[in-house]
């Protein structure tokens, strides 16, 4: 009887030290970026959530995935025992990941309100001394799910030839679901932040398309904090430009005069501090240094501004906008926009708005007749593609791709997808 009960003890210990060995084995082969997409499209069992500290978690809104520098999702919205938080969530594998990455001495990461792990081992802290709240995963996702997931290729359709049609149909249908995801989550915002003003959202988006992927995350808080009334009363190119310079707490960007005219701005509106910090010039090119972008933003902005509403109606075509960009004025003479940069002004903007304001149906085939007369876009995802479609020449076919990827392959959604289901051998999408 002992004997068995020793088997017992033996059998129970080794099964566990096993499943631990697998465990930690496990946790070596995860890569953040399987964490990033469990997020990001939120594919993790979401009931009764609990922080690491016991305290219950609602996620409103997860945030927008940052490509760049600074926590892995911006703009998030939760609530944790009923408080309402706004701010950054940041994701690893080992909540100790923080300290190793050196997050508790950055400034940058103050602004976390949720510490998303696999395995929580460690409590960690803000660079102010403010805990943070911590959501663990590891017994909310599938493990073999994570397995195939983690799929080092990319595409796992690479390899395979495709039929032409087959392409056409799925990009066209991922590029209609990725944009009409994009109009929801603007028209989201536009009543969350703009009250429903469209003005507004249209200097949001324009700004965000001047200030490009490194610093376009910040025309949200600037557009926040400025007054309309200003904007709409200023009386020369100049003094837009200084305001929102201002606004955008570069004034160590403005010469001694410039300075003097905003602290007059300032007094006679009453200005608060500009609560806009953060911009980024890491592997940014002088010509798009936020203090140009904002120039020559000001610049088209103060021209425009009495008929912002006007200029994306559907009878607006793609060169009257391109004409209104390249208008001479001093700031396109000493800083002139190139032309990938007004294209892509164009397509993030323009088009985007344009999108967003018409008719859900005829706006994605005039979006799709628009993009398919400008170049394509130079990108990472559209080389993922090369050689398993045809060539990518005009920006509908990097439009494509960029949705084709985002929207099905790097969640690996490959049984939704007419390509995944062609090469599968597959007939119809369950």
Not at 111 to 124: E, P, Q, R, S
Not at 299 to 322: A, C, G, P, S, Y
Not at 334 to 358: V, W
Not at 409 to 417: H, P, R
Request: proline letters at 3%; glycine letters at 4%; charged letters at 20%.
């Amino acid at each position: 009887m002992q004997l068995s009960n020793f088997s017992l003890q033996l059998s129970q210990i080794t099964i566990s030290t096993v499943f631990s060995l697998y465990f930690q084995s496990f946790i070596r082969r995860m890569n953040e970026y399987f964490l990033h997409t469990v997020w990001n499209h939120q594919t993790f069992i979401p009931y009764n959530l609990k922080t690491a500290n016991g305290k219950t978690l609602i996620i409103h809104q997860k945030g927008i995935y940052n490509h760049t520098n600074g926590p892995d999702f911006k703009s998030a919205e939760i609530s944790i025992d009923k408080e309402k938080l706004n701010g950054d969530i940041e994701i690893h594998i080992k909540s100790s990941d923080w300290v190793n990455h050196k997050h508790h001495i950055d400034d940058a990461y103050d602004n976390v309100i949720l510490h998303v792990v696999f395995d929580h081992d460690k409590a960690v802290f803000k660079k102010n001394g403010g805990p943070i709240e911590t959501l663990v995963l590891k017994h909310r996702i599938n493990l073999a799910l994570a397995q195939t997931v983690q799929n080092k290729k990319d595409l796992i359709c690479s390899g395979n030839s495709l039929i032409a049609s087959t392409w056409q149909k799925q990009s066209s249908r991922s590029l209609g679901l990725r944009y009409t995801k994009k109009k929801l989550a603007i028209s989201q915002l536009l009543e969350r932040e703009f009250h429903g003003d469209w003005w507004l959202t249209a200097f949001w988006l324009l700004l965000k398309a001047y200030l490009g992927n490194h610093n376009g995350e910040l025309a949200l808080p600037i557009t926040k904090h400025i007054q309309k009334r200003i904007l709409l009363t200023c009386t020369n190119p100049s003094e837009m430009t200084i305001y929102l310079l201002g606004t955008a707490n570069l004034l160590e960007k403005l010469s001694k005069q410039e300075k003097q005219l905003y602290n007059s701005i300032k007094f006679k509106y009453q200005l608060p501090a500009s609560p806009v910090i953060g911009w980024k010039y890491k592997e940014v090119r002088p010509s798009s240094f936020p203090e140009i972008r904002i120039r020559q933003f000001a610049n088209w902005i103060f021209h425009n501004r009495n008929k912002l509403d006007l200029w994306f109606k559907e009878n607006v075509t793609v060169d009257e906008f391109r004409i209104s960009l390249v208008f001479p004025n001093d700031i396109t003479k000493s800083h002139p926009l190139g032309e990938s940069k007004i294209n892509e002004i164009i397509i993030n903007g323009f088009l985007l708005l344009q999108f967003c304001r018409g008719n859900s149906n005829h706006s994605l085939e005039l979006l799709s007749k628009n993009l398919s007369k400008l170049p394509s876009e130079t990108n990472s995802i559209s080389r993922k593609f090369y050689k398993l479609i045809p060539p990518v020449k005009t920006a509908l076919d990097s439009q494509q791709t960029i949705s084709q990827y985002q929207e099905f392959c790097v969640i690996k959604n490959c049984l939704n997808c007419l390509i995944g289901c062609e090469v599968l051998g597959r007939t119809s999408i369950k």
